[in-house]
């Protein structure tokens, strides 16, 4: 496997990896520059040249993994000679090697419950992002290729869900930490999917598009007859959105929703 199929595999499966490159080579060594290794928290692709540089390297990249945070890039330099007491044994080539090892973190995930007019202009902005965006709605036509067209330039990684009778459904099949983004053209489909939504307990943020008058409605419903606590409701955020800005164009909402969504992601609640 290569490694970008490798870096592929790992962003698929949402796994955390470190991506280690040889710098600079001087002298004998074992691999010349540019040789990458892909290391993720228990398997490993392609090869830096063995030995010791390669234990060192995926031993500091499993540390990385394990980080709270994404770390920043790191280079580590060895060298290759049988007078330096290594860690995994001496590697006498002669030469010098540089490391580079950089993060590959598990990028966010957000889910637009609803893909019309608003929901398009935020899957735009969105779609620009490094994150794995997931758009739901149940009419097909909203989906179509030629009106998604406007993404193909995406950066993130984009998902079509057609789900034409329970778009709640989707919400199991999310990725753990999904940020949630409730805004389809039927209220009662809203309503069911914030039901569902406090219901499903791996899903980050849950944000849903509206007025107070909607929310003082949906609010009573998801105590009364969803049987939802107090605690659980202030799951929801609503209205989502930056308050002081009001406009009501679509692409105005979907600026501040977005600009809403990644301060979140900011914040790194996910």
């Known amino acids: 496997m290569t490694w970008v199929a490798a ?19 001087r002298g004998h060594a ?25 234990a060192v390297a995926i031993d500091r990249a499993r540390e990385m ?51 019309g007019h608003v929901g398009l202009e935020l899957a735009r902005v969105l779609a620009r ?3 794995d965006l997931h758009l739901i709605d149940t009419r097909a036509d909203v989906l179509a290729e030629q009106r998604l067209g406007v993404l193909a330039d995406a950066v993130a990684q984009v998902r079509v869900h057609h789900t034409p ?22 209220h009662a489909e809203d309503a069911a999917l914030c039901d569902a939504a406090l219901r499903t ?9 509206g007025s ?17 606590d107090e605690a659980a409701l202030a799951r929801i955020k609503t ?11 679509p692409a105005t909402i979907a600026v501040s929703v977005a600009a809403d969504v990644l301060r979140t992601l900011e914040a790194g609640a996910y």
């Open 30 to 54: 074992p691999r010349d520059a540019g040789a990458k290794l892909v290391v993720g928290r228990t398997e490993t692709w392609g090869s830096i040249g063995g030995g010791n540089v390669e």
């Open 201 to 209: 307990t791996h899903l980050g943020s849950i944000g849903l598009i």
């Open 239 to 249: 209205p989502i959105g930056l308050a002081d800005l009001t406009g009501k164009e």
């Open 129 to 131: 992002q490094d994150l």
């Open 7 to 25: 870096v592929a595999r790992l962003r698929a499966r949402r796994e955390a990896g470190v991506l280690v490159t040889v710098a600079t080579v």
């Open 212 to 228: 107070a008058a909607k929310w003082v409605r949906f609010r009573k419903r998801l105590a009364g007859e969803g049987g939802h």
């Open 65 to 115: 993994i394990a980080a709270a945070n994404p770390e920043p890039p790191e280079l580590i330099d060895f060298a290759l000679t049988d007078k330096v007491a290594n860690r995994h044994g001496v590697q006498c080539c002669g030469g010098t090697v540089s490391v580079l090892l950089e993060a590959l973190p598990v990028v966010p995930a957000v889910a637009i419950f609803g893909v």
């Open 165 to 186: 009778l329970l778009p709640e459904e989707v919400l199991e099949e999310l990725p753990r930490g999904t940020h949630v983004l409730i805004m389809t053209h039927d």
